[in-house]
Nanobody, 114 residues
Framework: QVQLVESGGGLVQPGGSLRLSCAAS????????MDWVRQAPGNQREWVAA???????NYRNSVKGRFTISRDNANNTVYLQMNSLKPEDTAVYYC????????WGQGTQVTVSS
C-alpha cells in the first residue's frame, strides 16, 4: 500500500523560507518521478517541481532560483526547499508519485503573508 505524507507547511512572512517533506512508503522515491504540485484557493492544481528517478530536476518558471527539489533515498523522502517566498506561493502543496498510476499525499498548507 502506497502512502505519501507531506509535512513542513505553515505561515511565513514574505521573503521567508520553508522546507516541505514528503515521506513515502510502499514505493521507492529513487525509482519514480516525484512531483510537488500546488493548489491555491479558487485555482486548479499547478505543477511546481519534479525529480526523476535519474535525479534530474525541473521547475515551473515562477519558482526557478527560489525552490529546490531533492530526495533522500535512505529515508525514502522527497523535499522542497522554498526560499524567498512570495504571497502568490500561498497554496496547499501536494506530493505526487508517478508510478504505474499517480499517487498523491494529503497536502500541506503554505501561507505567505505579513
Amino acid at each position: 500500500q502506497v502512502q505519501l505524507v507531506e509535512s513542513g507547511g505553515g505561515l511565513v512572512q514574505p521573503g521567508g523560507s520553508l522546507r516541505l517533506s514528503c515521506a513515502a512508503s510502499g514505493l521507492s522515491v529513487s525509482i519514480y518521478t516525484m512531483d510537488w504540485v500546488r493548489q491555491a484557493p479558487g485555482n486548479q492544481r499547478e505543477w511546481v517541481a519534479a525529480i526523476s528517478g535519474a535525479g534530474s530536476t525541473n521547475y515551473r518558471n515562477s519558482v526557478k532560483g527560489r525552490f529546490t527539489i531533492s530526495r533522500d533515498n535512505a529515508n525514502n523522502t522527497v523535499y522542497l526547499q522554498m526560499n524567498s517566498l512570495k504571497p502568490e506561493d500561498t497554496a496547499v502543496y501536494y506530493c505526487r508519485a508517478r508510478a504505474a498510476r499517480d499517487y498523491w499525499g494529503q497536502g500541506t498548507q503554505v501561507t505567505v503573508s505579513s
